[in-house]
């Protein structure tokens, strides 16, 4: 079992829609990560918060906003997406930015659907 | 761009020792070495990690060439359920984790 909960697993939206991805880990992590995978490709990095702050963003375009409303809880908004936006999300948890030798913790991902 | 570099895909037959090579040529004295593996339909699952000296946990054994520009993951008895794309990282503080494409093992029964 993953100690990263993702909700929902599975989201089809239309282009106009908004809707949001969530992320929740109760490991005390202070650093979270937003992750896009394309089928059979690796994860690429999107968005790094290090104490509730946004630390990195990989020029990610605005139509994707996150936040991080506490330690625990990572969001995903998303609005006007493509369909080239279609992928997996993954979410991940590490103690802290600043250590090398520290894992990441990753959930099982959404799978969204642009129509 | 990714710093590591693995061979596509591998092969073994199941209950058998598979060693999963990676080159990292230009590994700096602070890097880590991470691997990581993803099953089907799940997300990341992190294997071990080392800095200079060889490694052992419960899931895998890592050993780290003498100049540190290799490494090589070693599951001891490959079983059907360690067929899996698996990472190996380059992790710096304050880096950014950049995955390769990494090493997809299959696993014959």
């Known amino acids: 079992d993953t100690e990263v909960t993702q909700t929902p697993k599975h989201l089809v939206m239309g282009m106009t829609n908004k809707k949001s991805l969530k992320c929740e880990q109760h490991?005390?992590?202070?650093?979270m990560y937003w992750y896009k995978q394309k089928a059979k490709k690796p994860p690429e990095l999107m968005f790094v918060?290090?104490?509730?702050?946004?630390?990195i963003n990989e020029s990610v375009p605005s139509r994707f906003s996150p936040e991080c409303p506490n330690s625990s809880l990572l969001n995903l908004h998303l609005h006007a997406l493509q369909p080239e936006d279609s992928a997996l999300y993954l979410c991940?948890?590490?103690?802290?930015?600043?250590?090398?030798?520290?894992?990441?913790?990753f959930g099982d991902g959404t799978r969204l659907s642009i129509l | 761009d990714a710093k590591t570099t693995q061979p596509n895909s591998m092969e073994s037959n199941e209950e058998e020792p598979v060693h999963l090579p990676c080159n990292h040529s230009?590994?700096?004295?602070?890097?880590?070495i991470h691997w990581y593996r993803q099953l089907p339909s799940q997300g990341p699952e992190y294997v071990i990690h080392?800095?200079?000296s060889n490694v052992n946990n419960r899931m895998a054994s890592l050993a780290i060439a003498e100049d540190r520009k290799s490494s090589t993951l070693i599951l001891h008895r490959a079983t059907l359920r360690d067929a899996a794309v698996y990472y190996c990282?380059?992790?710096?503080?304050?880096?950014?984790?950049?995955f390769g494409p990494g090493t997809s093992l299959s696993v014959i029964p």
């Open positions: 991940a948890s590490s103690q802290e930015v600043v250590y090398s030798n520290q894992p990441q913790h």
């Open positions: 490991m005390g992590h202070r650093a």
């Open positions: 918060y290090s104490y509730e702050k946004l630390s």
């Open positions: 230009t590994i700096s004295g602070t890097d880590y």
């Open positions: 080392g800095l200079t």
């Open positions: 990282i380059l992790k710096t503080s304050y880096d950014k984790v950049i």
